[in-house]
């Protein structure tokens, strides 16, 4: 079943904030391939960090991640209007299968 | 620039079928794997399938295996999804991606479709 993310999370501009995506010892905990995606209203996903922590070409180091135990997360530092989006987690779950979480919607306040 | 253009959506019966295609330009498709992922309206994202660059190996989801078949013809640049036993509660937006490698092995992928509609209705 999908991975658990809180349904909102909000800062103000400059903060930092932090999504979390938790799982199980199926999937999140025994694999270091938990990957980030940020969508905005009406447009396909964005990929912003994979295996965890690596970041693809283009995307703001504000963006990092980490992964403890069966528990993903995603922060991201200074905060700004552009970042206001839908933020999903997905993981690797054996058996030739990944799973997505729930979905975040981060705001700006 | 990696281009991905999705079609063959559309509004099909329950217990119907639809074969979705996903041209791609500008990558060397085949050094790829690709993946299918689908949205339901208002709701959140969930992974389908995805197959290597090749074509030699395949993933599924529990929820569409045996129903759903990912293929790939390479020379064609060309990725598919043939859907059947459409079911209502599978309405939704589907989306090609490319993976960031040749093997299914990491759940990235760093360039999508804009998504084709399936409105499954009788």
């Known amino acids: 079943s999908a991975l658990t993310q809180p349904a909102s999370v909000s800062g103000s501009p400059g903060q930092s904030i932090t999504v979390s995506c938790t799982g199980t010892s199926s999937d999140v905990g025994p694999y270091n391939l938990v990957s980030w995606y940020q969508q905005h209203p009406g447009k396909a996903p964005r990929l912003m960090l994979y295996?965890?922590?690596k970041r693809p070409s283009g995307v703001s180091n504000r963006f990092s991640g980490s992964k403890s135990g069966n528990t993903a997360s995603l922060t991201i530092s200074g905060l700004q209007a552009e970042d206001e989006a839908d933020y999903y987690c997905c993981s690797y779950a054996g058996s030739k299968t990944y799973v997505f979480g729930t979905g975040t919607k981060v705001t700006v306040l | 620039e990696v281009q991905l253009l999705e079609s063959g959506g559309g509004l099909v019966q329950p217990g119907g079928s639809l074969r979705l295609s996903c041209a791609a330009s500008?990558?060397?498709?085949?050094?790829?794997?690709m993946s299918w992922v689908r949205q339901a309206p208002g709701k959140g994202l969930e992974w389908l399938s995805g197959?290597?660059?090749?074509?030699?190996?395949?993933y599924y989801a529990d929820s569409v295996k045996g129903r759903f078949t990912i293929s790939r013809d390479n020379s064609k640049t060309t990725l598919y999804l043939q859907l059947n036993s459409l079911r209502a509660e599978e309405t939704a937006i589907y989306y090609c991606?490319?993976?960031?490698?040749?093997?299914?092995?990491?759940?990235?992928?760093?360039?999508w479709g804009q998504g084709t509609l399936v409105t499954v209705s009788s």
């Open positions: 295996e965890v922590n």
């Open positions: 991606a490319k993976d960031i490698g040749y093997l299914i092995d990491t759940g990235a992928s760093d360039s």
């Open positions: 500008g990558l060397t498709f085949g050094a790829y794997a």
């Open positions: 197959i290597s660059g090749g074509g030699e190996t395949t």
